[in-house]
Every structure is written in C-alpha cells, then in structure tokens.
C-alpha cells in the first residue's frame, strides 16, 4: 500500500527542520514592524465576539494577564511574557486535539482597548498571523469583546485549509470562556 503524502505539508516538515526557530529581525523592531496589518485581498480573516456584562477593566485584565490564562482559557492554555509592544510571548495552544507551542511578538498594547500580537516562529516565514483583540464600551454598560485573527501571504489559503477549523474553534472557545469567566462575581 503506497501512502500518499500532502505535498504542502512535507515542505513545511522539511523547511522547518532546516530553519531557524524565528526568522530573523533587528534587535529593537522599528515601528513599522509593529503595525498592525490590514486584511489584503488575499487575506483569511476569522472573527469573534461577544457582548460581556462585565466592567471593561476586568477584561483588559484577564487578557493581559499571560500566566493566568491557564486559569481560563481552553485555547491558550499557558502563556508567559511581556503585554508591551516588540515584547515576545510564548504560548501552548490547542489546535483540535493537539497542543503547539507558539512564538509571538507583541504589536499593539492601548490599555483596556486594543492588544494585537503576530506570529514569530518558523510558521511566519511562509504566513504572517496576527491576533488582534479590541474592546468597546456600549451604552448600556456591557462591553464588545472582538478578536480577529488575519492569516496573509501566499500560503494563507493552504494555513487556513490545513488549520482553519481547530483556529475557529478555539477562537470561539475562548471568546466564550473569556465571557464566562469576566462575568462571574
């Protein structure tokens, strides 16, 4: 029985054991290299909300709290570093029934609004991933909580065929755990 092999996944196999974990940057990153990027047209975009009957401020706390996110969070179930721009986090995520570890460069920090990150291990030299999470007050208390994660550049389509499903699922897990958890007394 001959077995047959994705061919996009055994480049990536094969690119990744030959690469360096992170691709290379300056030592300080430039501004611009910490600007979030906008959804081109051939970007995958996948999105999540909820309205959260909590105050904005205890939001912005669970989502800047790296270590704590074990406490809450079924998709990112461990996370260490620093919530400043050019600053690196480490993650665990659980991507369907497995878990990865990740690298990611903090983009954007505006307090109790806005907390973008983007990928920095070796998945980034074939897509560029951002994580971008906002908050917005409504009139009658509550809070939108939105998050967007954007997959760009020429592999996107193949990243969000081969990854998409365990992406969504574990965005919307966590948007629902972030809901539950900020709303408890």
């Known amino acids: 029985m001959r077995r047959v092999v994705n061919p996009v996944v055994a480049v990536v196999a094969v690119l990744a054991a030959v690469l360096p974990a992170s691709p290379a940057r300056a030592a300080e990153p430039s501004s611009t290299d910490l600007e979030p990027r906008k959804p081109g047209p051939h970007s995958v975009v996948f999105t999540q909300r909820a309205v959260i009957s909590a105050e904005q401020a205890r939001i912005w706390t ?11 969070n079924p998709f990112v179930i461990k996370a260490e570093g620093r919530t400043e721009p050019g600053a690196d986090v480490r993650v665990e995520v659980v991507l369907g029934k497995r878990t990865q570890s990740a690298q990611h460069v903090v983009l954007t920090v505006d307090p109790q609004r806005e907390f973008c990150w983007k990928d920095a291990g070796w998945n980034s030299w074939f897509v560029y991933g951002q994580r971008c999470r906002w908050l917005e007050p409504q009139d009658d208390g509550t809070v939108l909580f939105t998050q967007e994660l954007l997959l760009d550049g020429p592999f996107a389509g193949a990243a969000s065929h081969m990854m998409g499903e365990a992406l969504r699922d574990g965005m919307a897990a966590e948007t629902a755990a972030l809901k539950e958890h900020a709303e408890r007394s």
């Open 62 to 72: 669970l989502l800047t709290d790296l270590p704590g996110y074990a406490s809450w």
